[in-house]
């Protein structure tokens, strides 16, 4: 077997497990001393690997959510949005809330790290086992951004575990990138009991804390997943099925930002897996766009 021939046969198998028959264990995610530690390794390096990773012919995944996407379009756009309203829960904006953690914009990578870990500002720090600070690499070109640690992500104190972190895993393996070549992030950093809504001075005590994460990665795109990640990210409160399908733009900066449903929805929903396809291939065409410039 060929070169070419093994990576394409790896990444049908990444994009085949993203549709309901099996799971790929993700990859343990990099240790913010991995972070410091790579930190050096420049963005042109990360697109090679990308580059080499994503080559391979059509898989399962892809022509699933062809499928998938072709039966959406054909139910009426009235069912849809019902649908979304109905799992992905809409929440009010970050209110303008005095926070002492706004000096988080001058810290670097251990200090911020250091700050989430020590953060007593709101009472989510009663109840949470560890923080979820993040992980990936430094200089990701892609940004994931979900809502916030659920009981797995409490329990190990990383992003993105269980079934909604494997099927994010395939996500991103789907446009070429492993788990270590992204960074990937909530809006809190805590987790709320019994996954319920962040409130506004949640939100607001933690946004700092994602701003200077953003500000040093300097991903070249963000993909905003699920409402409370768009919703607190842009500062809207439109329907996600609104807010799909459109590039933003990050605030206070030019960095692209596209949303798409969060994994734990597609595992209830698999029919808007086309949709988040799609989503997908829009993040990849920028990430290429970006590559000429």
């Known amino acids: 077997m060929t070169k070419k021939e093994a990576q394409a046969k790896q990444r049908q198998q990444y994009l085949h497990l993203m549709g309901i028959e099996q799971w790929l264990l993700r990859d343990v995610p990099l240790s913010i001393e991995e972070i ?3 930190s050096q390794v420049n963005k042109s390096e990360l ?3 990308t580059d080499q990773h994503s080559q391979g012919s059509e898989s399962e995944f892809t022509r699933t959510a062809a499928k998938q996407t072709a ?4 139910e009426s756009q009235q069912s849809n949005l019902q649908q979304a309203t109905a799992i992905e829960t809409d929440v ?10 706004l000096n988080a914009k001058t810290f670097d990578w251990p200090e911020l790290q250091t700050a989430v870990q020590n953060c007593t500002v709101c009472d989510l720090s009663e109840s949470r086992t560890r923080t979820v600070f993040g992980a990936g690499h430094p200089q990701a070109r892609l940004m994931v951004i979900g809502a916030a640690p659920g009981d797995d992500e409490d329990r190990q104190g990383q992003p993105f575990m269980g079934k909604a972190g494997q099927l994010l895993t395939e996500m991103l393996a789907a446009i070429g990138f492993k788990r270590d070549q992204v960074f990937i ?7 709320p009991l019994a996954n319920r809504e962040p409130s506004a001075v949640e939100l607001a005590c933690c946004a700092p804390f994602l701003a200077r994460q953003i500000s040093l990665v300097q991903p070249q795109v963000i993909l905003a997943i699920g409402t409370v990640a768009a919703h607190s990210l842009l500062q809207s409160s ?9 590039q933003h733009s990050c605030p206070g900066s030019d960095i692209p930002v596209y949303v798409s449903y969060h994994p734990s929805h597609l595992l209830r929903a698999p029919k808007n897996k ?20």
Do not use: F, Y
Not at 71 to 74: A, F, L, N, Q, R
Not at 238 to 246: K, P, T
Not at 274 to 291: N, P, R, S, T, Y
């Open 47 to 49: 697109k090679r690997t």
């Open 185 to 191: 992030s909530n809006i809190l950093k805590c987790r």
């Open 71 to 74: 039966v959406g379009e054909s």
């Open 274 to 293: 086309g949709k988040a396809w799609q989503d997908l291939k829009q993040v990849l065409h920028i990430l290429k766009q970006q590559e000429t410039h």
């Open 36 to 38: 410091t530690q790579h």
């Open 238 to 246: 439109e329907n996600i099925s609104r807010l799909r399908g459109v």
């Open 92 to 101: 009010k904006s970050p209110s303008s809330i005095i926070n002492p953690n």
